[in-house]
């Protein structure tokens, strides 16, 4: 097992992306605490896992737009995990609309949850990294690299988490942190609801001519990049997207 007694905590485990994750990070025998708003399919999805094991999931309510519910919701899940290793941080929301159509709420829904969620989680992280170090893997988007039509909103707030991502690996590793952000192509329930637009930029994945599958395609390289042998790796853009957006 890949990541026996390793800590981790995975923001947004709900479904998708996020589940897959936690799926595998439980397959290779990680203790993870699971912080999510959708109660119902996240309790289910650790209950599955942890049935599964060999590691073992705890669920925790947590809007990772607040601050200060981030902060407290971190200080109960690390006392739980025994400390940390890892913070995956996959909570992501989109809104499909032309450019000229996002509306304020709009750009503080996405801006809020994709962005600050990010900032705020890692921050909460680096408090308890900062003197053993750690991982930290975030989540962009090929949306971020190139244009793909009716998602602005959400292609300018990952660009924002690459960003955010480099200039903390740069700033933190002085502490022994690394900071990744992986950009999945995957199918999952927000790709499903891309509209037509979205499945026909999609469907010009290179490889195989589709997006990929989130137990099979990603979760490998989420063990590996949470794991020991990603250790001299930080700062990075890690495509795992069948060649969707083959820029650097």
Not at 1 to 16: D, F, N, P, S
């Amino acid at each position: 097992m890949q990541l026996e007694g390793t800590r981790i905590i995975v923001a947004g485990a709900a479904h998708g992306i996020g589940a897959g994750t936690f799926r595998a990070f439980v397959a290779e025998g990680a203790q993870v605490a699971v912080l999510d708003i959708k109660d119902d399919l996240a309790r289910e999805v650790v209950e599955k896992a942890n049935s599964d094991g060999p590691g073992q999931g705890r669920y925790y309510h947590c809007d990772i737009t607040s601050r200060q519910e981030v902060e407290s919701v971190f200080a109960e899940a690390v006392s739980w995990l025994g400390g940390l290793d890892v913070l995956t941080t996959v909570a992501g929301i989109q809104r499909r609309k032309r450019p000229e159509q996002f509306t304020d709420q709009d750009l503080d829904d996405v801006f809020g949850v994709n962005v600050v969620g990010t900032i705020h989680t890692n921050q909460a992280a680096f408090e308890h990294l900062r003197e053993s170090g750690g991982t930290i893997l975030n989540i962009g988007s090929d949306g971020g690299l190139i244009a793909m039509p009716g998602i602005a909103a959400y292609a300018a707030s990952k660009g924002a988490v690459m960003s955010w991502t480099r200039a903390t690996a740069g700033e933190w590793g002085k502490h022994g942190i690394r900071a990744n952000c992986i950009v999945p192509a995957m199918k999952t329930p927000m790709t499903d609801a891309g509209g037509a637009d979205g499945r026909s930029v999609y469907s010009t994945v290179p490889l195989g001519g589709e997006l990929g599958d989130v137990d099979d395609d990603l979760g490998p390289v989420m063990v590996f990049m949470a794991g020991p042998g990603a250790r001299f790796i930080t700062g990075q853009l890690i495509s795992v997207n069948g060649g969707l957006a083959m820029v650097r």
